[in-house]
Each structure stands twice: as structure tokens, then as C-alpha cells.
């Protein structure tokens, strides 16, 4: 499961921690709330066109899911910020936008439908076996916005979209079961998915990130822990993988973020945590370090000016871990600068950034999960 899943999934159930960094540099750009749809309580960002569309969730819309009221409905913000829903997908319950083309043409999410009886911890947060398993569908909402789903892989059951490129090539994984192991696949114009194989060895992969040129990024994952990868606009038709090392003394890595020009980002990992990297196009890694008084840090995005958005983190910063996070920026030369969360909040987190710098995300304050628009 991606990143961006666990927090639109698991949002309204997260502890919240405060964050304690200590920061010298001042945010360098001001946060806009956006808005979540009528009569809901939260709402997350998760991507951002280049003319300044942004999608992701507008939490607390209810459905019923088992013993469990769930909440999440797929949304957009116009560049004025004001919220419209996407259309479900027939016969599902709930749904997300997990990202954007650059061009705005496309959006593309999860959608969600009750299954079988079983337990299921996206719908029982206490673990229980009470809960209905849910299908998750990849989703893609064309021009007209009109929901049309990306099928997994023959003999799957479950698909997940993460990134689109301007030409409407979608990535993400197909799975089995709910939560894997998944395979990393690439859907073309027609939705036809095809599959990402892992590294020798390896028996799952992930794509995460997608650039114009057709290059895809993810992780490929076994016995071993987790390598990121590269495939690019060749070789994933030819079905090789590419390791990206981690860095010195981390033991595993992954990618979730590629520029126009090849460079990659995400984190590298190791016995004290995570560290965002940037690996350049001959593969090399260089860490990005974090706020002042952080211990760690990992990134989810990258622009064509080389700047990298992420969050700074006192401990580990893994995805699953719960720790308090703060929003920041790199510049090219990766010095970091804090994002400010919005006026009461004590948590905030970067999920993509644009072409012109614009960068999304959300923030927590005492009214919970609030989208926010950095510019």
C-alpha cells in the first residue's frame, strides 16, 4: 500500500503527536486552506496540476462498511480552491484521488467496494475480525470526468493507480489480496495493465512516480528488505528493473518521485531512520537533510527546478510510523525550509509539488485534517 493510501485511509484514526523541531529558517511560502465538500469534517491534498488543480479527499463523508462508519470521497479544487467531488465508480461506497497529470487532463484514485466477510484493518482500526474485506479499484476520471477502472493483472483481484504522465500512462500495482504482495504494473492509453517485475530474487514490486520522458520509479521488495528501482521507458516494456542503491550504511531504499530529467527522490533507511535522497541520473545518492533538531527525513516530490518537497521528522519518519512530521522544501543545492502549517496546527506534511513551485499537502490542528495549497 502506498504512502498516500495510508493516510487517506487511515486519517481519521491516526494519534496525533506534536511536533517539537526546532527550526532556524522561516517558511518560504504561505499556506491556503482548501476546503473539504459540504457537511465533512477534513480534508487531504495529494497532487497538483501545473495550471494549480489540485485533488485528493474530502474526509467524513459517511458509508457504512461492517460495524464501521468509513469516510472518504474523491475530490477537486478548482485554482480559486473550491471543491467539487468526482464521480463513484457503480456500486462502490467511497473513493480518492491519489494524483494529477501535469496537464490537468486526467486524474486518477482508488475506489473502494464492500467484499467478503473478514478481517480487514483499513475497516476495523481496533483489528478485529468484525469487519467486511474491501476491493480496492484503480481508477482514472478522464476529461469529462467520467470514472473508468484500471484492472489488475489476470488472476488479481485488486488494483492500485499512484502517478500518470501528461500522456495519460498510468502506474501503480496489482494485488491478490488486500495489502499484497503486490506487483507493480503500467496501464497504457487503453487500460490495459502490464506487468513491472521485481529484482532478481524479489517477489514484489511497486510503481510509484511516472515523468514525461515514460521513466517509472518504485521499489522492488523481498526477503531482503526494499530496494528502489528504476524502469525506464524502454526496459519496463522489456521487463528489467534498475536498483538504486541506498545510502552508505542504510540497508534499504525506495523511490516515490521522478523529475522531467531523471532525478529521483524518496528516502533511504538504516539503523536511525530514514533520510530523504535525491539520486541523480547515474543512480548516485545524496541525502537531504532535516530541519534543525530533526533526526530524520524523507521526500514524496520533485519538480523540474529541482526542488524537492517532503517532511522532516524527530525520529524515524517511516510511512507507517505515526511520528510527528513537519512540512519542508529543498532547494537545488538541498537546503531544507519549513513549510508552516496552517494557523493552530502542530503537524504538517507535503505531498507533491508543480512546475511552478506550488506544493499540497495537508495540516492537523485541534479541527483535525485540513488540505493545504503552499504557494
Not at 50 to 60: K, R
Not at 67 to 77: C, G, S
Not at 146 to 151: G, Q, S
Not at 301 to 317: F, H, L, M, R, T
Amino acid at each position: 500500500m502506498t504512502y498516500r493510501t495510508h493516510w487517506i485511509v487511515f486519517a481519521m484514526f491516526l494519534p496525533l503527536f506534536l511536533v517539537t523541531a526546532v527550526v532556524e529558517a522561516q517558511p518560504t511560502r504561505t499556506p491556503t486552506p482548501l476546503p473539504p465538500l459540504v457537511d465533512t469534517p477534513g480534508s487531504t491534498a495529494t497532487g497538483i496540476s501545473s495550471g494549480g488543480v489540485v485533488v485528493g479527499a474530502s474526509l467524513g463523508f459517511p458509508f457504512t462498511m461492517g460495524p464501521y462508519t468509513m469516510a472518504a470521497r474523491a475530490i477537486v479544487w478548482d485554482r480559486r480552491g473550491i471543491p467539487a467531488p468526482l464521480p463513484l465508480l457503480a456500486g462502490d461506497v467511497a473513493n480518492t484521488a491519489t494524483g494529477i497529470s501535469a496537464n490537468g487532463k486526467n486524474i486518477i484514485g482508488l475506489s473502494f467496494h464492500p467484499g467478503d466477510p473478514g478481517g480487514c484493518p483499513r475497516c476495523d482500526p481496533g483489528g478485529g475480525s468484525g469487519g467486511e474485506m474491501s476491493v480496492t479499484t484503480a481508477v482514472i476520471w478522464g476529461p469529462d470526468g467520467t470514472p473508468a477502472p484500471l484492472p489488475p493483472l489476470p488472476g488479481d483481484t485488486q488494483s492500485l493507480a499512484n502517478a500518470i504522465s501528461p500522456a495519460g500512462v498510468v502506474v501503480g500495482a496489482s494485488l491478490a489480496i488486500e495489502f499484497g504482495p503486490p506487483l507493480a504494473v503500467v496501464w497504457d492509453g487503453d487500460g490495459t495493465p502490464t506487468p513491472l517485475p521485481p529484482l532478481p530474487g524479489d517477489t514484489q514490486s511497486e510503481a510509484t512516480a511516472i515523468n514525461p520522458a515514460g521513466v517509472v520509479v518504485g521499489f522492488s521488495a523481498g526477503g531482503g528488505g526494499e530496494t528502489a528501482v528504476v524502469w525506464d521507458q524502454n526496459a519496463f516494456r522489456a521487463g528489467i528493473a534498475m536498483p538504486l542503491a541506498p545510502l552508505p550504511d542504510d540497508t534499504s531504499s525506495r523511490a516515490t518521485g521522478i523529475s522531467s530529467s531523471g532525478v529521483v527522490v524518496r528516502w533511504s533507511h538504516g539503523s536511525d531512520g530514514s533520510t530523504a535522497v535525491v539520486w541523480d541520473g547515474d543512480g548516485i545518492p545524496t541525502p537531504l537533510p532535516p530541519l534543525v533538531g530533526d533526526r530524520a527525513s524523507t521526500a514524496t516530490g520533485i519538480n523540474g527546478d529541482g526542488e524537492v518537497v517532503g517532511n522532516s521528522c524527530p525520529s524515524a519518519c517511516l510511512d507507517w510510523d505515526p511520528v510527528s512530521r513537519a512540512a519542508v522544501v529543498w532547494d537545488r543545492d538541498g537546503i531544507p525550509a519549513p513549510l508552516a502549517p496552517l494557523p493552530g496546527g502542530f503537524w504538517s506534511e507535503a505531498a507533491g509539488i508543480n512546475a511552478p513551485g506550488e506544493i499540497v499537502g495537508f495540516s492537523i490542528g485541534s479541527e483535525g485534517f485540513t488540505a493545504v495549497v503552499w504557494r
